[in-house]
Nanobody
Framework: EVQYVESGGGSVQAGGSLRLSCEAS????????IGWFRQVPGKEREGVSC????????HVTYSVKGRFTISSDSAKNTVYLQMNDLKPEDTAVYYC????????????????????????WGQGTQVTVSS
């Protein structure tokens, strides 16, 4: 069974930082990319950043470029999202999910996903940024 456990969210003021973690299980971690997504009520789930565990390739959507950094620890089956200089518009529930390595490139543009590679999502972690 594929599972994702997201953690590290919280409430911060604008300009603050948070580090999210995504522990994945139930599939061969190094064969897939892992993407971070975020969603606010009433809107689609938006791709934020993706790392290909196979070759280390990274893609980041333009709205967080220079502020968010994705990294991966294969020994722990865990992907991280370091978020700096947070803005109120970053407020959302953040999710992670496996993607096919070729899909990682979509994260460089506007990418909205309904059903991820294995068809399931974790519980997400709430990030709230106040002005």
């Amino acid at each position: 069974e594929v599972q994702y456990v997201e953690s590290g969210g919280g409430s911060v003021q604008a300009g603050g930082s948070l580090r999210l973690s995504c522990e994945a299980s139930g599939f061969t971690f190094d064969d897939y990319a892992i993407g971070w997504f975020r969603q606010v009520p009433g809107k689609e789930r938006e791709g934020v950043s993706c790392i290909n565990n196979n070759d280390g390739d990274i893609h980041v959507t333009y709205s967080v470029k220079g502020r968010f950094t994705i990294s991966s620890d294969s020994a722990k089956n865990t992907v991280y999202l370091q978020m700096n200089d947070l803005k109120p518009e970053d407020t959302a529930v953040y999710y992670c999910a496996a993607e096919s390595p070729s899909a990682c490139a979509y994260f460089s543009g506007d990418y909205y996903l309904v059903s991820p590679e294995f068809g399931s999502w974790g519980q997400g972690t709430q990030v709230t940024v106040s002005s």
